[in-house]
């Protein structure tokens, strides 16, 4: 190492004992946690390190660029590149993203350290959503385990991964509630209820972060998108949202408050206006809620370029308008758009922004970053050994068939023509998806390696008891499929329709492989119908003409319109994107090795027509046809009301019964209890859940609301009694200014498999 670069890093160590006298300290004295040690002495450090900082320097810290050049090779010569390679070697650079592998991490880490004046280490971000190299299922079909366990594993397994190869930042858990499955992004999050997609939140937050964040196989979380950028009007992905207070309060908030409680590091602001204004502007999310109320101590990045995209949504005149409103509003850190780096300075010298909010924001940054561990060794995540041992290591392929299995959802069984047999069967196993090993990895996964997947092919191959014959029927895309690229939807071929038909009339069982490719659903992927993509349809009915004993597998990343197969296939199982073991996880459900026991996290509607639709809604005024009032209700002159399946169903290859529910009403709140019995033939687990309904209240309620839900294994014929507590937190909500509060009166309770349960009880709250 040159003197010259370690100059720096001494003069940086010795300053982090300087005594706690400085200004900055003092000032902020009263902010330190006395009851934390930990937190104190790193409170103590960042103070000490501000202190000598320039207002460039703290910039710097709020600056992030995703990676620009090959920092392995030499140094680009000429155009932006080199300027914010001199901006790195200046200090000017706070994080970076993309970059991934130890070896590049460790070459633009050591630019950082070793070149700039203060040695201020990277923190290194990416976008781990379900999975680094091993993939885990898409977040939508996790939510369907309603396992918070399970969940917390596979954001620990993801964490891992990521982790040994230089990472130590991801752009998750994506918390965003919606209602819409046009919008495709709803496969990254937790569903269409904010109760389960608290749990959720918090579940995958303390995966990624685990027990210190120091630990190197740990990364900060990042909570997004703040907020309500699931609400987009039409499902149109970065359109504009436009929702009342009740529902930014007792719906899209929530998670991201879960996540908050849960000690997530960083909040990411969302594309959307909200009442007007870009989220990454908005002085009420940043400065009012979360840095207000809920007193969060982390730091908020823009999302990639929104900063800059206030000019596109006619907020901010310039680029130099949009960096003075984002830092006031509470920005702390700008992705990608250029802005805080060449214009606050600017800003601060000329009057237009306070220091004070530069320094807070710098503050943030860099106490994330020591609890990281990366002052007292920046290149902790950065051993090549520990990258080969951990990156692709088998015992996380148990990990990730056990969420992909608990993630399957049975829609429907009728005549239970699953589980197949293991002996002596004919199967025609039919569709492109049935044979892919890419698309099974699902979005958002670009440090995955294609081809990794198991397919449901492989995975039935191996129960060699049956005879298996395949076909493909139809390509879903044609062309290359890749996360940044349009996709090319078959909609014309159907030449290998009839190698699929006559492969069907000869068997005994179809299991036929339908759906979306792994890239129609994600971000930019928004879509009008929510129909099987293509000529599927096409193919569904030609060998439903042949042979009416169809097993459905669908592969998908939203839920589809399925009326018709609802309707005519006796068997549909919801297989969505499984990851890396997804075959074997479908294989293992088909041939009974694994009982089904997942819970839809959002409602199927019966067409697109009733998009948005959820299981809670609001009664309206008329929301029935009451006596002759046979035109003038609430409802669709073409369709029902109802979802074709609701959120909550699911089936299980035996059945249960609910039975004896009490409700026991108490000073604040009640006890329910239920009992449970499997009244089949092979032990299964059910998710037992409890909706609860405030019918009369001074902010009119949903219809029903999920309070609670617990899981349970039962051999045939046991029986177990389920018992709920409600207290104020499940009673009560937020009226429309954000203040919480708990109303007497009646409350409707019903406990059952799904929202649509029928057993109800009642009970008035004094």
């Known amino acids: 190492m040159k003197i010259k670069a370690i100059l720096p890093v001494i003069f940086f160590a010795s300053v982090l004992f300087l005594t706690f006298e400085s200004f900055q300290t003092v000032q902020n004295a009263s902010k330190i946690n006395q009851t934390d040690p930990k937190k104190e002495a790193i409170a103590r450090k960042v103070d000490s390190l501000l ?37 790195l070697r200046k200090g000017y650079v706070g994080s970076m993203l993309n970059v991934r592998g130890v070896k590049n991490v460790r070459a633009v880490q050591k630019i950082a350290v070793e070149e700039s004046r203060l040695g201020i280490p990277l923190i290194i971000g990416f976008d781990v959503i379900h999975g680094y190299k091993t993939m885990a299922p898409i977040p939508l079909a996790e939510a369907a385990s309603w396992d918070m366990e399970a969940i917390q594993r596979s954001a620990e397994v993801a964490a891992a991964e990521a982790a040994a190869s230089g990472i130590n930042w991801t752009f998750a858990p994506m918390v965003d ?108 999310l940043q400065r009012e809620i979360l840095k207000g109320k809920w007193d969060f101590e982390g730091f908020v990045i823009s999302d990639w370029g929104s900063i800059k995209e206030m000019v596109d949504h006619g907020f901010a005149k310039d680029g130099k308008e949009a960096a003075r409103l984002a830092v006031t509003a509470g920005s702390d850190m700008d992705m990608e758009s250029d802005l805080y780096v060449t214009e606050l300075a600017g800003l601060v010298k000329a009057g237009k922004v ?42 996380y392929q148990e990990d990730v068939l056990d969420m992909a299995r608990k993630s399957i959802v049975l829609l429907k069984n009728k005549g239970n023509l699953l589980p197949l047999k293991k002996q002596g069967q004919k199967i025609a196993l039919i569709g492109a998806l049935a044979d892919d090993k890419s698309s099974p ?23 060699e008891g049956n005879t298996l014959t395949y076909a493909k029927g139809a390509d879903v895309v044609t062309g290359d499929a890749t996360f940044y690229r349009e996709l090319n939807i078959n909609e014309t071929d159907t030449s290998a329709f009839a190698k699929a038909v006559s492969t069907a009339r000869d068997a005994d069982v179809v299991v036929m492989v339908l759906g979306e490719h792994g890239f129609m659903s994600g971000e930019g992927r928004s879509r009008t ?129 609910y039975s004896n529910m009490a409700v026991t009403p108490k000073a604040s709140g009640a006890t329910v209890k239920v009992t449970v019995t499997n009244t089949g033939t092979v032990e299964g687990k059910e998710i037992v859940q409890l909706y609860l309904q405030d019918p009369f209240a001074s902010v009119t309620r949903p219809t029903r609301e999920l309070k609670g839900y617990e899981a349970v294994m039962l051999v045939p014929g046991a029986s177990k009694e389920i ?26 309770v019903w ?10 009880k009642s009970f008035e709250l004094e």
């Not at 910039?59 to 901006?87: H, L, V």
């Not at 908030?253 to 996540?259: D, G, S, V």
């Not at 290149?379 to 520990?386: T, V």
């Not at 990895?441 to 129960?463: F, H, N, P, Q």
Request: net charge negative; hydrophobic share 35%.
């Open 51 to 87: 202190a000598i900082m320039t207002l460039e320097e703290k910039i710097g810290q709020m600056n992030q660029y995703n990676g620009f050049t090959d920092f392995t090779g030499p140094a680009p010569k000429g155009g932006d590149a080199e300027r914010k390679y001199e901006y």
């Open 177 to 284: 509630i919606s209602r819409d499955a046009r919008w495709g992004r709803v496969m990254e999050g937790a569903g269409e209820d904010p109760f389960l997609g608290s749990d959720i939140a918090a579940a995958r937050v303390r995966g990624f972060q685990g027990d210190d964040l120091s630990d190197p196989l740990t990364i900060a979380a990042c909570a997004k998108h703040w907020a309500a950028y699931g609400f987009a009007e039409g499902g149109r992905d970065y359109n504009t949202s436009d929702i009342g207070t009740s529902t930014l309060y007792n719906v899209v908030f929530p998670p991201f408050k879960a996540a908050a409680d849960a000690g997530v590091k960083t909040f990411m602001n969302s594309f959307n206006t909200l009442n007007g204004i870009p989220a990454t502007g908005d002085k009420f």
């Open 354 to 395: 306070d220091e004070a909010m530069i320094t807070d924001a710098a503050r943030r940054i860099l106490t994330v970053k020591f609890e990281l561990g990366l002052f007292e060794d920046p290149y902790r995540y950065c051993d090549e050994a520990r990258e080969k041992e951990v990156v692709y290591n088998e015992k």
């Open 441 to 463: 990895l699902g979005s958002w996964r670009i440090a995955s390696d294609d081809g990794t997947a198991v397919s449901v092919k492989e995975g039935m191959e191996k129960y």
């Open 529 to 657: 119908t929510l129909n099987m993509p293509g000529v599927q349809q096409e193919l569904l009915e030609a060998v439903y003409a042949v042979n009416k004993n169809i097993v459905l597998v669908l592969n998908n990343g939203r839920p589809l319109v399925i009326d018709w197969a609802a309707e005519n296939i006796p068997t549909i199982v919801e297989g969505w994107h499984l990851g890396s073991q997804a075959g074997n996880a479908i294989a293992h459900v088909l041939y009974g090795d694994y009982n089904p026991s997942g819970k839809l996290p959002m409602s199927f509607p019966r067409n697109v027509g009733q998009v948005p639709i959820y299981y809670n809604p609001k009664s309206t005024g008329r929301p029935n046809n009451a006596g002759d009032n046979l035109v003038f209700w609430s409802h669709y002159g073409d369709s029902e009301n109802t979802p074709l399946y609701p959120f909550g169903h699911g089936l299980s290859y035996t059945t249960f019964k």
């Open 723 to 748: 018992t709920f507590e409600l207290t104020g937190e499940e009673l009560g909500f937020y009226n429309n200014q954000g203040e919480w509060i708990v109303e007497s009166g009646d409350f409707n």
């Open 751 to 760: 406990v059952g498999g799904s929202s649509d349960a029928k057993l109800m």
